[in-house]
């Protein structure tokens, strides 16, 4: 077993990777750029190295940078979390060549499903359903092929994911822009400006499948994860098991899920990314060859702490399970928390956290990478934290991430929060109703104050306003006055009293 692992990433992941080498007596070594020398993840790795400016591009993202903290550290392995370089094949392929365990799939399974055009052909062979589809060296041949696939169509980066690179076209006028943009985003955000196209699935969901191998030919499945709440094509909540999922389906995917993996030498922990129509039938997506965000919620039901595994399996241990040994219990919930703006289309909100209380009890489990005081920096992703629940029902676990989103509370910046009661709240999200147009179809509900009458509604907006006021005023009173006398009046008092013309 390593004795010293350098992790490859920054925020929530990187604690979290930090805290189950610490579990393990693995000594860790983190890595941070110019802006993070205060992060979470660098005061709590047991050593810190400084690799550049805050661009990813001259820091995370540095291959020669990276390899030469582990050298200087003595680090045995590399855990890349996710991101960054985690998809990398060169990253792993270079790891190699010095003598350094990549913590993650070798680098020729990262290369072959690294390329969703290529994964599919792929997949193909190993027999697995795939979204029908076609990829084209313009758009001309794009035009034609759509017509041969019928509309609505959607165009993929090839190199892509989060989103990036993807544009959905319902007729042939609207193609061509379509594909330049979708080329320029997607050479923007990856290098590769190779586009395909894709048979539009409508009201799909979009299930994914959890793998783990091992390097003596073992993998396994840990059943299927629910991730069709999303804005711009990302995820924000996942939940398991897929509440309108039939069992017999459901185990067909992960023998299907296994069968790719092992066509691809796979090993350490991956995704098997699938869409499932309204009629159940499914169809491969693409395989993310790394942990996934959404990892927790798997943790929560099989108790399989899915770090430690690919820690093991980078150091040549089997699984220490068959299929037949993996139990799931109960239901559980992540809620992505953002630095963002839902109402102004969930765009990023970074900047300094003035205070911040995070939920705890039964059941709730919170990954986070900040802390009062620290900054949300504009160059990264703006993950504040990942909050998931456990229940023993489906029910019970809605009912519980309530509970848990009512107590955090994070000051200084806008965030989600809100966003997520909202979305816990509704009556079809709590029937297991929804698909991966759930939230444009509920704008008005989830982002807006759909619960308020319209006549009421400008009342509640200037009462919030004066209630912000209020705080920035009690706060100035702090800072001079002291505690006690900022105490005396609540800005929400003075702004009920203020719409009532209620006297002090």
Same mark, same amino acid.
């Given at each position: 077993m390593f004795t010293k692992v350098l992790v490859a990433n920054r925020g929530e992941i990187a604690c979290r990777v930090i805290r189950t080498l610490r579990e393990m007596g693995i000594r860790s070594v983190a890595i941070y750029s110019d802006v993070d020398r205060a992060a979470l993840h660098v005061r709590m790795a047991d050593e810190a190295v400084a690799i550049g400016e805050a661009p990813a591009a001259a820091s995370y993202l540095r291959i020669d940078r990276v390899l030469d903290a582990a050298r200087k550290t003595g680090a045995q392995a590399v855990h890349p979390g996710y991101g960054f370089l985690s998809e990398n094949a060169a990253f792993a392929q270079?790891?190699?060549?010095?003598?350094?365990?990549?913590?993650? =799939?070798?680098?020729?399974?990262?290369?072959?499903?690294?390329? #969703?055009?290529?994964?599919?052909? $792929?997949?193909? #062979?190993? %027999?697995?359903?795939?979204?029908?589809?076609?990829?084209?060296?313009?758009?001309?041949?794009a035009l034609s092929r759509a017509k041969e696939l019928g509309y609505p169509v959607m165009i993929k980066a090839s190199a892509g994911g989060g989103g990036k690179g993807m544009r959905l076209v319902h007729k042939p006028d609207d193609l061509p822009a379509a594909w330049d943009r979708a080329r320029s985003e997607s050479k923007k955000a990856f290098g590769d400006d190779t586009v395909y196209l894709e048979k539009a699935i409508v009201q799909p969901r979009h299930v994914e499948i959890q793998v783990l191998g091992d390097q003596h030919g073992n993998v396994v499945h840990l059943f299927e994860r629910d991730c069709s709440i999303q804005r711009r094509h990302q995820k924000v909540v996942e939940e398991t098991p897929c509440p309108v999922l039939p069992p017999e389906i459901a185990a067909r995917m992960g023998e299907i899920a296994v069968k790719g993996a092992k066509a691809v030498g796979y090993f350490s922990a991956g995704t098997f990314e699938f869409l499932l129509a309204p009629d159940k039938t499914f169809y491969f997506l693409e395989m993310n060859t790394r942990l996934q965000v959404e990892h927790p919620i798997t943790e929560w039901v099989t108790g399989v702490d899915l770090v430690r595994e690919m820690i093991r399996v980078a150091a040549g241990e089997p699984l220490p399970f068959a299929q037949h040994d993996i139990v799931r219990r109960g239901a559980a919930i992540e809620c992505r928390v953002y630095a963002e703006d839902p109402?102004?289309?969930? $765009?990023?909100?970074?900047?300094?956290?003035?205070?911040?209380?995070?939920?705890? %009890?039964?059941?709730?489990? /919170? &990954?986070? %990478?900040?802390?009062?005081?620290?900054?949300?920096?504009?160059?990264? /992703? =703006?993950?504040?934290?990942?909050?998931?629940?456990?229940? =023993?029902?489906?029910?019970?676990?809605?009912?519980?991430?309530?509970?848990?989103?009512?107590?955090?509370?994070?000051? %200084?910046?806008?965030?989600?929060?809100?966003?997520? &009661?909202? $979305?816990?709240?509704?009556?079809?999200?709590?029937?297991?109703?929804? *698909?991966?147009?759930?939230? &444009?179809?509920?704008?008005?509900?989830? $982002?807006?104050?759909? *619960?308020?009458?319209?006549? &009421?509604?400008?009342?509640? !907006?200037?009462?919030?306003?004066?209630?912000?006021?209020?705080?920035?005023?009690?706060?100035?009173?702090? !800072?001079?006055?002291?505690?006690?006398?900022?105490?005396?009046?609540? =800005?929400?008092?003075?702004?009920?009293?203020?719409?009532?013309?209620?006297?002090?």
């Open positions: 270079a790891c190699a060549d010095a003598g350094i365990v990549f913590i993650g =799939p070798p680098a020729s399974a990262i290369h072959a499903m690294g390329s #969703k055009t290529a994964a599919r052909d $792929l997949m193909t #062979k190993a %027999g697995v359903p795939i979204v029908p589809g076609a990829t084209c060296s313009d758009v001309n041949e109402s102004n289309n969930f $765009l990023p909100s970074p900047g300094k956290i003035v205070h911040m209380r995070v939920p705890g %009890g039964p059941g709730v489990r /919170d &990954d986070s %990478g900040a802390y009062p005081g620290c900054t949300v920096s504009s160059f990264y /992703d =703006p993950l504040i934290s990942k909050l998931s629940v456990w229940a =023993p029902t489906r029910a019970q676990a809605v009912a519980r991430m309530r509970r848990a989103l009512s107590e955090y509370v994070v000051t %200084g910046i806008r965030t989600n929060l809100a966003f997520h &009661d909202k $979305l816990m709240a509704h009556p079809e999200f709590g029937e297991g109703h929804y *698909d991966t147009g759930f939230i &444009d179809r509920h704008k008005a509900q989830l $982002l807006g104050y759909a *619960d308020i009458a319209q006549d &009421d509604r400008d009342d509640f !907006a200037i009462a919030i306003a004066l209630a912000a006021a209020g705080l920035e005023r009690s706060e100035g009173r702090v !800072a001079r006055e002291g505690c006690e006398e900022a105490a005396k009046l609540s =800005p929400w008092v003075a702004a009920h009293r203020a719409r009532r013309n209620i006297s002090c």
